[in-house]
């Protein structure tokens, strides 16, 4: 009993490190927009995001029951099952958030208790009606319909706003904004922290600690909100640039629309007990609203890789938790010698981010001058368009002539070409 009150505490404390990886991971979903378009700036963006991240765990248990009760078959789970899953889980989390994909947490968890519990119990373990009906048809459906609510929304919004004072509307659309990204935060909280409830719900009763079919008991609702609202705050900068800023560019007619269209579909599917992700959510009104304003283009390269990622989540963790509980199996030490990978990769990780940091300084690409000389971008227009009249000073201040250039030279240099 002392050894397995101590795998089920372990299993625990990896559910919450979980739970704060998807709130750093996620930040982006609600706020990357915002940020982007200077409707708040990144601090008070993310602080915000994370209280009503903490909010939303309180209001509803209905994914946290997908999870627990209905993905797998929770009488042949055991604790060292859990703890599997969310070492791939956690793993794919921190590889993405490396090079700053927004793939889905939740489907990492998913993914993560599939391959964990095939490994243990067999293909059996798992409900296949509910893994296509509440997981992978919602993972189609949502980036579309929220895509297409969101080029509509931004039409529309052009469409209506055409006439009105561009300061007023600019302002009223960056208010409108921030209340759609508290929003998106809100829903956030009921969609994703009820997913580690579930699995530590589920981890109780595998335990025996909890009675099959129990709803999550408040301390683990208040400890899975307290972990995903940590993990917010600290905020995902290197998705937040991605989302905000390598897809598309969003003005904040934009921004009000793509935020407005996520939420709208997270809290339905929350309502329904859909284990939606809010990462496909978020990127499909984004790029939505990208071409839902004339002239808007998305970033295709980018997107591209994004789907890529999200069609590696669920096998790639299933695959890592499944290797994972292989070796749990062979007793503790093969327990223990996952968790020192585990912590020893995620050190790896975190160490490798630190040779490119990305924070709330440099979030909107206030690094370029850093990383582009200076004076590249100037020269190469002023070597292919003519400088308009009175511009002659500034060209002379950006484009300096070559140093080579000799004293006596007849013809004019870049420096001083009128």
Known sequence: MESFSLILAIVVVTA????????????????????STGALKPKVAVAMSAVLNLVGAFLSVEVANTISKGLVDETGIRPEVIFAALVGAILWNLLTWLVGLPSSSSHALMGGLIGAAIASAGVGAVHGDVLVTKVLLPAIAAPIVAGVAAMLASRLTYTLGRKADGKAAAKGYRAGQIASA?????????????????????ALVAG??????????????????LAIALGTYLGGWRIIRTMGKGLTDLQPQQGFAAQTSAATVILASSHLGFSLSTTHSVSGAVMGAGLGRKGGVVRWSTATRMFVAW???????????????????????GTALVAVFLVASSAAI?????????????????????????????????????????????????????????????????????
Do not use: Y
Not at 364 to 378: I, K, L, Q, W
């Open 16 to 35: 919450l490190a979980f739970d704060f990886t998807n709130g750093f991971h996620d930040t982006a979903n609600a706020m990357a927009t915002t940020i």
């Open 182 to 202: 508290g929003l998106v935060s809100l829903a956030h909280g009921t969609n994703d922290a009820q997913k580690t409830m579930g699995i530590i719900t589920l």
């Open 208 to 225: 025996g600690a909890l009675a099959p079919d129990s709803d999550p008991p408040m301390w683990v609702i208040l400890s899975a909100g």
């Open 311 to 333: 069609g590696l989540t669920l096998p790639a963790a299933a695959l890592v938790a499944a290797i994972a509980e292989w070796i749990c199996g062979f007793g503790d030490w």
């Open 350 to 418: 975190w160490k490798i981010s630190r040779r490119e940091v990305v924070d709330h300084t440099n979030v909107n690409g206030d690094d370029t001058p850093e990383t582009e000389p200076a004076g590249v971008v100037t020269t190469a227009i002023a070597a292919v368009t003519p400088p308009p009249a009175g511009t002659t000073e500034e060209l002379t201040a950006t484009v300096p002539a070559p140093a080579s250039a000799p004293d006596d030279a007849k013809a004019p240099s870049a420096a001083t070409t009128v």
